[in-house]
């Protein structure tokens, strides 16, 4: 019997694409290929393995009549059509949880960055500033008795309020739900009273079309004059037009940024240029350890449904049946 097929879209390791070979025929799009390679690769193919910015909209899936999974190397979707993906039976996976931790920290690392001017030190030092004895960047603050204000209180969410609270943070949360569950200390709040009790406001929320620019202009102007916005989930979600003026404008201290709008982007871009903003080139999960677990269950996910079993992670369970149940000659 044949072994379905599956378009990869990524760079892989001998050993895992040995892992694939044993699974499933593979055809491996070259690097800068372009669209028209990759829609021939995916004519045929079963499943596909692509990273969480690898653009698949209705147009491609319309090229892949076959298509039964679409693996993500990421926790992230919002780079996937996932209604068109779910009415034509195709299974969305992605890699929750075994990021938890590196993207926490990351977070952990742009508030002490903040609250100690770290950067400005850094650049202060190696121009020779401090040599000189001329005027540093001032006074930094303490991270022990603010207030973290957490949009978004999923499993990034909670990783970042354990770390914060060994700092003696105060933790708030905004999401779907009010209750955190028994033994959380975090205390609920809407949007609005969020933004304004908050020392720090750290986003951990998904990229929808609810959440797509949830804090603009009106949120970031009740912010306390000496908070700072941290962003390690997805650019889109905070107005980043409205974040630039509100940085000009000195409506908050400032912002320490893992992720923007556009990636990656313009040399000009504004925000890079913004005052007393930090800006990391989406490295959230950039560890040894976080990207070898994102890979095994993107691995793992792609090969369990090419061979009708469920998957570890899936986005969209209501197609599931339809796939596992569909044979493709």
Known sequence: MALPSACIT??????????????????????????????????????????????????????????RVISNFGVGFNNIDIADATRRGIVVCNTPGVLNDAVADLALALMLA??????????????????????????????????????????IGRATAQRARAFGMRILFHDVFADPGPGDDAEYRDLD????????????TNLTPESFHLIGAKELGRMKPAAWLVNTARGPIVD??????????????GAALDVIEVE???????ILSAPNTIVLPHVGSATV???????????????????????LACVNPEALERALARQVS
């Open 10 to 67: 990524l760079p892989l390791s001998d050993a895992a694409r040995a892992r694939l070979a044993e699974a499933c025929e593979t055809t491996w799009t070259t690097p800068g290929g372009g669209r028209e390679e990759l829609l021939g690769h995916l004519a045929g193919a079963q499943g596909m393995l692509c990273s969480a910015v690898f653009p698949v909209d209705a147009a491609m899936l319309d090229a892949a009549p076959n298509l």
């Open 114 to 155: 903040a609250a100690r001017h770290v950067p400005a030190n850094a650049a202060y030092a190696a121009s020779g500033g401090w040599a000189s004895r001329a005027s540093g960047p001032g006074l930094g603050f303490d991270l022990m008795g603010k207030t973290l204000g957490l949009v978004g209180y999923g499993r």
């Open 193 to 204: 009273a969020l933004m304004a009790e908050s020392d720090i406001v750290s986003v951990h």
């Open 240 to 253: 980043e037009e409205a974040l630039v003026k509100a940085l000009h404008a000195g409506t908050i201290a």
């Open 264 to 270: 990656p982007p313009a040399a000009d871009a504004p």
């Open 289 to 311: 350890e976080a990207r070898a677990a994102m890979l095994e269950l993107c691995l793992s996910n792609l090969i369990s449904v090419l061979g009708g079993q469920p998957p």
